[in-house]
């Protein structure tokens, strides 16, 4: 599976269903150019996850919205719930590593310590796991 472009206007129906990698990168970030082909070629090893990137320069909007302050930088994210991100450079068997942990979380366990952690913050978000 190729690698899907994200903007403002695909990012929620991309991210809201399933397991989704998003790579946010630049085009003049070395490091982010050497992960490209990782990434690429881990799209091929695992076609029922989405690989998506986001260029960091074209869509400000999304980088500021997941305060990417270092790239590349890897979002790991499952029905529309960040998981965790990793900045810098990793390799394929890495990313693999990623992918295996994401699948073997129990989604209904994760989605009822959000709603704990709502609870607990009388705010009804929160803070920083959910973006969608």
């Known amino acids: 599976m190729a690698t899907v472009t994200l903007t403002e206007a695909n990012f929620k129906d991309t991210v809201d269903k399933g397991i989704v990698l998003i790579d ?4 003049w970030c070395g490091p982010c150019q050497r992960f490209a082909p990782i990434f690429e070629e881990a799209s091929e090893r695992h076609p029922d996850v989405v690989f998506g990137k986001v260029d960091t320069e ?7 919205a997941f305060q990417i302050y270092s790239i590349p930088t890897l ?4 029905d529309g719930i960040v998981l965790g ?4 450079l990793l390799p394929g068997e890495a990313l693999d590593d990623v992918i295996k942990q994401v699948k073997a979380l129990d989604m209904d366990e994760i989605r009822r310590s959000i709603e704990a952690e ?4 009388g705010e009804g978000k929160a803070a920083g796991v959910e973006i969608v």
């Open 24 to 27: 946010f990168w630049a085009a």
């Open 58 to 64: 074209a869509e400000q909007g999304l980088a500021g």
């Open 75 to 78: 979002v790991a994210m499952r």
């Open 85 to 88: 991100a990793q900045a810098g």
């Open 118 to 121: 709502k609870q607990a913050d």
